[in-house]
């Protein structure tokens, strides 16, 4: 049998890591184009592998929501990573979950960097 849990903590074999982050009144992601290389870079800076290139679209619901954004996700090997933007609002809502390990305050850090939110709450999950 194919052992696919990779990833082990104190003494624990889970099956992957999902970590999640609620930003707030951000800047700086107001087009298909930015948000594209924002995934690019961050896919390379902690060593996934793509799966093609991300999935972009601008969503204009401002007829029944009074919102818009851009919504991506991009496949990696080990699973994907998603971002939601409101861009009047100025939230972003992210995921990655994969079955490699990765550094989750690098995330943070990569995160803050780039959007610069006035606020952020993050956390993540072993999934078994």
Same mark, same amino acid.
């Given at each position: &049998?194919? /052992? ?9 074999? +889970?099956?992957?890591?999902?970590? &999640? ?13 930015? #948000? %594209? ?6 896919? /390379? %800076?902690?060593?996934?592998? *793509? ?13 029944? +929501? ?8 991009? #496949? ?6 998603? #971002? ?8 972003? +809502? ?11 305050? /690098?995330?943070?850090? @990569?995160?803050?960097?780039? @959007? &610069? *939110? ?5 956390? @993540?999950? &072993?999934? /078994?």
């Amino acid at each position: &049998m194919i /052992e696919y849990r990779q990833i082990s903590r104190d003494g624990k074999i +889970y099956y992957g890591k999902h970590y &999640m982050a609620n930003m707030k009144c951000c800047i700086n992601f107001d087009s298909a184009t930015m #948000i %594209k290389a924002i995934i690019e870079e961050l896919v /390379e %800076k902690i060593g996934m592998e *793509p799966l093609g290139v991300p999935h972009i679209h601008l969503i204009d619901n401002r007829d029944h +929501y009074e919102l818009s954004g851009i919504t991506a996700v991009q #496949i990696i090997t080990t699973s994907h990573i998603s #971002i939601h933007t409101y861009i009047e609002s100025g939230d972003i +809502y992210f995921d990655l979950f994969s079955c490699k390990d990765y550094d989750h305050n /690098e995330i943070d850090k @990569f995160l803050i960097k780039k @959007f &610069m *939110p006035a606020k952020i709450e993050s956390n @993540f999950i &072993m999934r /078994e």
